[in-house]
């Protein structure tokens, strides 16, 4: 099919200038010129065929002069170009078109044919008409209802299917579930082989079954099922389909999957008692006195610890759940194994030593040290029992805690560390009493009355031993602290609310009810040893040769650098109770001792003393209100004797510079003065004599005898005591210069 394209117009052409009057050449010209510029201005330059003409004069071989020739030639060439483009795209379609009608002819013919046929079978008389409608009409209901219960069959058949994929299992698990028989698994030369992948899968498809179990429990529970009506559990969408597959079928495979999954339970129940060595561990002999013989507990004796860090035996642990009666019995046997092995380790660390280290009561005539060492290493084994106890509970592929949370068993991974921990904390409650009560005691209760008087030492030997229950209770606090937060890591996050919120119910760890007790009664001992301390201040300064402040300043100062030394004090303690905190606290130090040395104080270097052992305690976290109160005494005190020291030095200075004698006879004067009474009348006022002591006062004012005063710490109460002596001085001199002037 071809396209006649009709040719661009042509712009008009001005016949004005083609004129052939000369008379009017001149404005032709301007008439041809302006319509030229009018046309230049008024050109559209957005049309897609002039930017067709410009893209085409760009592509010319040859350098071309643009014009508006040139630009009417690209202009029509495009347009004849894309009419061709046009033409080939229309005769394309008429082929299609041509091959569509040959196809619907086709069709139309075989209609036709179809149609001849119907015609030629149907019958044209009426009672034959009829009773073909009749038979028709039968096999149309045969034909429904068959295809009605093909329809049932298919849905039924996909809702057995649905739900055997669903509940039935596989062949493999079920499989591994009869004959699994836990072979090699812990042999640490099959670690990441083929016996470690066959027993997770077995751990797999026990968690499997589980779920099944449940799944269906709460699908026979859920109200799909009606009786009444007959429908089944999985579909309703057709009683028909789901009529037949009833809870007698489900209850087969439910009772199919108990049997299976219980007795796999039952070996696995089996081969962890048997693995963990727990056949013992309820007649286990807990050593709880390092003169007892040790029983067999594990064949090695590190190796139930090894077997419950192996991954197989802490998923099947965590499996175990699923059968609160095996679990439980499970997790009790092991505590009661694992409470013998720690009590046992302790008691070796204490008599023989453990891993190498020395016997911790090789130290026990260090009380810091020794109960440092077996507070340290009961910390130790309550870390590393809390980890395996928390590795009973926390399903390690998931990271959750699933026991705690699906399940309540009535134990949780705080109760297993608890009963584990609780052999080790009646031995060691009674060797901290035993300390405690040993350093409280005085040291004369020991050596009888038949001793007359006390040593030397015995200043010294009562600080160290408050010192030593001083940082008794620090340490005591801090590892109180320590294990008070492994503890809370155990508990779950319901316990955690509730203690939020207020709760308390919460069962108490004994080791940790143990620290609290201890705590209190080494905070009580420590009171008590501090007030007898105080008491017997008097016969201790005898004993050292000093006064009783620089003994009492010594004590606080030694107290101070225990507390700074100790992290137990800057830590807040739960379940600690306030009057223990009180009794550790810096105030009841600072009034116990202060108030009575204070009134003893009768040099200035006792006071400043007290004023050093203040200031020590405020440094280390002193209360402002207490400071402040026995700042302003001491200071009080402190000017009352400065005071006195300086009148004893102004009159010793006086006596150096020859201006006494004019003093004390001024003084006997202004008392028997009378009017009319000269001072050289009176004795010692003389003339002679007032010569000599003014004469005696000019010599010394080179070096005059004024006092340093190093004994006085504060550089400004010394320059005080210095300026003091200086103005007392120059005023006896100016009495006396006024008097003889």
């Not at 031995?427 to 040993?438: A, E, F």
């Not at 109180?480 to 779950?492: D, G, R, Y």
């Not at 008590?528 to 301390?533: E, G, H, I, Q, R």
Request: hydrophobic share 40%.
């Amino acid at each position: 099919m071809s396209t006649t394209i009709p040719p661009p117009p042509s712009p008009p052409i001005d016949f004005d200038g083609f004129s052939g009057s000369s008379a009017n050449s001149s404005s032709a010209s301007s008439r041809i010129l302006a319509n030229k510029v009018q046309n230049a201005i008024s050109l559209n330059t957005t049309t897609p065929s002039f930017a067709s003409a410009l893209t085409a004069l760009s592509t010319l071989q040859t350098p071309t002069k643009i014009d508006a020739r040139s630009i009417r030639t690209a202009i029509e060439q495009d347009a004849l170009h894309q009419a061709k483009c046009l033409e080939a795209e229309m005769q394309r379609l008429v082929g299609i078109v041509k091959e569509m009608r040959s196809g619907i002819k086709n069709v139309v013919a075989i209609a036709e044919g179809v149609k001849d046929s119907v015609r030629e079978v149907v019958p044209h008389d009426n009672n034959q008409s009829t009773d073909h409608f009749e038979e028709e009409k039968k096999l149309a209901e045969l034909l429904a209802n068959a295809f009605q219960e093909r329809n049932e069959a298919r849905i039924r058949n996909e809702s057995i299917k649905e739900f055997m994929d669903k509940f039935d299992l596989s062949d493999s698990d079920s499989s591994i579930l009869e004959n699994y028989n836990f072979e090699n698994i812990l042999d640490p030369s099959n670690e990441g082989g083929q016996s470690i992948k066959n027993g997770l899968a077995f751990l797999d498809a026990l968690k499997r079954v589980s779920k099944t179990r449940r799944e269906l429990s709460s699908s026979f529970d859920s109200p799909m099922t009606n009786p009444d009506h007959g429908e089944g559990i999985v579909s309703s969408t057709s009683s028909a389909a789901t009529a037949k597959l009833g809870p007698a079928s489900a209850m087969r495979m439910v009772e199919n999957l108990a049997s299976k999954q219980d007795l796999a339970f039952e070996r696995l129940y089996h081969f962890l008692h048997s693995q963990l060595d727990l056949s013992h561990a309820s007649v286990a002999h807990v050593r709880t006195s390092s003169s007892a013989e040790p029983q067999p507990i594990m064949k090695t004796q590190d190796g139930m610890d090894d077997t419950l860090l192996h991954p197989f035996i802490k998923q099947s642990i965590v499996v175990l759940h699923q059968v609160p009666a095996y679990y439980e019995h499970t997790l009790e046997l092991i505590a009661t194994s694992r409470r013998a092995e720690v009590t046992r380790k302790f008691l070796l660390a204490l008599t023989s030593g453990y891993e190498g280290m020395s016997p911790i009561e090789m130290k026990a005539h260090d009380p810091v040290n020794y109960v440092g060492d077996m507070l340290a290493f009961v910390f130790r084994t309550m870390s590393v029992e809390s980890e395996l106890a928390k590795g009973l509970f926390i399903d390690e592929e998931n990271g959750t805690n699933e026991v705690s949370e699906q399940d309540n068993t009535g134990m949780t991974a705080s109760a297993v560390l608890n009963d584990i921990i609780s052999g080790v904390a009646r031995p060691l409650r009674s060797r901290l009493s035993q300390v405690i009560s040993s350093l409280a005691r005085r040291p004369d209760d020991d050596i009888g009355d038949n001793v007359g008087g006390v040593h030397d030492e015995e200043a010294g030997t009562a600080r160290t031993r408050l010192a030593s229950l001083y940082s008794i209770c620090g340490l005591l606090l801090f590892y109180h602290s320590a294990m008070e937060k492994a503890v809370k890591k155990l508990e779950p996050t319901s316990s955690a609310e509730n203690m939020l919120e207020g709760a308390t119910d919460r069962p108490t760890n004994q080791l940790v009810q143990s620290l609290i007790d201890c705590i209190s009664e080494g905070a009580n001992a420590y009171a008590a040893s501090l007030k007898v301390y105080v008491a017997t201040l008097e016969s201790l300064a005898l004993t050292s040769n000093t006064s009783q402040a620089s003994v009492a300043s010594e004590t606080v100062l030694r107290l101070c650098q225990v507390r700074s030394a100790s992290p137990g004090y800057g830590i807040d303690s739960d379940g600690i109770l306030e009057e223990t905190h009180n009794l550790l606290a810096l105030e009841l130090l600072c009034d116990t001792v202060m108030e009575p040395v204070l009134p003893f104080c009768l040099e200035l270097e006792d006071a400043v003393a007290m004023k050093i052992a203040l200031n020590a305690m405020k440094k280390i976290g002193l209360e402002g209100n207490c400071a402040s109160k026995w700042d302003a005494i001491i200071s009080e005190k402190e000017q009352i004797m400065i005071d006195a020291e300086i009148a004893s030095d102004t009159k010793n200075v006086l006596e150096d510079c020859g201006l006494a004698q004019i003093q004390n006879a001024m003084e006997r004067m202004e008392a028997v003065y009378v009017e009319g009474m000269t001072a050289t009348s009176h004795p010692g006022l003389s003339e002679d004599s007032t010569q000599k002591a003014i004469t005696a006062f000019y010599a010394i004012l080179y070096d005059p005898p004024i006092p340093s005063y190093g004994n006085i710490k504060d550089p400004v109460l010394r320059k005080y005591a210095r300026n003091k002596v200086a103005g007392n001085i120059t005023a006896v001199y100016t009495k006396t210069y006024e008097l003889i002037k």
